[in-house]
């Protein structure tokens, strides 16, 4: 038996008044999808536990079998371990964005999607100008990077918010809050003074793209604590494959495999062929593979609809009908992390629909992958983590 799972980041939302009133994966065409959940079992499943952020890092760990009560330990660091970045005790890891701000107002969480030639050369001016041995940037995906801070173990404690929840918000009510975010405003500060001369952002303002215009801290965290690895808990061996810095950490920590397939990006500029063919590849060497793809959440981060619908769409007809084709016993778990909808711009810690089939999973009387058929199933699993049990019958 193999195993896939599927993971459409952010691709379950609210239900679009400008929609007649259907969600994102209700108006999308997924014929593949649709076969699967007719064979298949749909429900419901709560990967955020009350009370935590509902962020992928704590979605994700739920998803693949981990309690994040127990295994989650702050983001950043997670990032830091994809990217090769050691976090020593008293150091403190913040992931850091190139965001743009404009008239005080959060314009762009991402700089426009800067590319990462762009991002990698303002990254290096950064370091330039505000790096020594307590201070480090390090680059990462696109508009996503690292700030390291050695000693100063308060800034740990700061109050943060992500850049990706405040768009079009005036920007002063949340940068960085009490103990310990005065170095972070200090950064914040200096960041913008040297942002604002680089040769990189010249040149982006003329060809009339979004320029980043200042560091925005948040999701800081220390250390992480040795996690058992995937085959430990589940007994399988395991590869992955994503376009983001987050999972292919959670893939390092878990002993997973991590796949290098060209063309896997975080957005719609994605090969979803080539990661779906590598994927299924990967199966002659690992009993599970994961395939997450960020691009629905992108575009909800986005708040743009056609995107998020395309984004799933391409799932279905360039992924999920590549996996139908496998010639051997397959067992096949589809869901999205959490829910990202469109008039919000960010995640909520509401249930996701999730499909699971395959070999030991019936039927049961619904049609469509989405969150209205998954609530009339009636079928919820409240612990997200127990969702990969069930899927591995343990």
């Known amino acids: 038996m193999k195993y896939v799972v599927l993971i459409m980041d952010g691709a379950a939302g609210w239900p679009l008044k400008d929609q007649g009133g259907k969600t994102a994966l209700e108006l999308a065409r997924t014929p593949n999808l649709d076969v699967l959940t007719q064979e298949g079992t749909l429900g419901l499943t709560e990967t955020v536990p009350a009370g935590m952020e509902p962020s992928s890092a704590i979605a994700c760990l739920s998803l693949l079998g981990y309690n994040p009560r127990v295994y989650y330990k702050g983001r950043a660091a997670i990032e830091a371990v994809s990217m090769g970045v050691p976090v020593k005790r008293g150091e403190t890891i913040f992931r850091c964005n ?53 000693g100063h173990q308060d800034t740990a404690q700061a109050i943060c918010t992500p850049p990706h929840d405040i768009f079009g918000k005036t920007v002063t009510e949340y940068l960085p809050k009490g103990r310990g975010s005065r170095l972070l405003n200090e950064l914040m500060q200096e960041s913008q003074k040297i942002l604002k001369h680089q040769s990189v952002n010249y040149k982006r303002a003329a060809l009339g793209q979004v320029p980043a215009t200042t560091i925005w801290p948040f999701w800081g965290s220390g250390p992480i604590p040795k996690t058992p690895s995937f085959k430990e808990t589940h007994g399988l061996s395991a590869a992955i494959t994503s376009g983001v810095d987050l999972l292919r950490g959670l893939g390092i ?117 989405c969150e209205t058929e998954a609530r009339i199933t009636g079928l919820l699993v409240a612990n997200g983590y127990e969702i990969m049990k069930l899927f591995c019958g343990e």
């Open 253 to 369: 920590m878990m002993g997973m495999d991590i796949l290098e397939i060209a063309g896997v990006t975080d957005n719609m500029s994605n090969d979803f062929v080539a990661q779906a063919e590598g994927a299924i590849a990967a199966l002659r060497d690992h009993d599970l593979v994961v395939i997450h793809i960020e691009a629905p959440d992108e575009a909800g981060h986005a708040g743009n609809t056609l995107e998020k619908i395309s984004a799933i769409e391409k799932i279905d007809a360039e992924v999920v009908t590549r996996i139908r084709q496998y010639p051997k016993d397959l067992r096949l778990l589809v869901m999205p992390d959490h829910p990202t909808p469109l008039e919000l711009r960010t995640h909520v810690a509401e249930p996701v629909p999730f499909l699971m089939w395959g070999e030991g999973f019936k039927a049961n009387g619904r049609q469509r992958f």
């Open 98 to 150: 190139l965001v743009a701000i404009k008239n005080d107002r959060m314009w762009s969480y991402c700089s426009g999607h800067i590319e990462n030639e762009d991002a990698h050369q303002l990254i290096k001016g950064l370091n330039e100008h505000l790096g020594n041995d307590e201070i480090r940037f390090y680059p990462g995906v696109g508009y996503r990077h690292l700030l390291k801070i050695r």
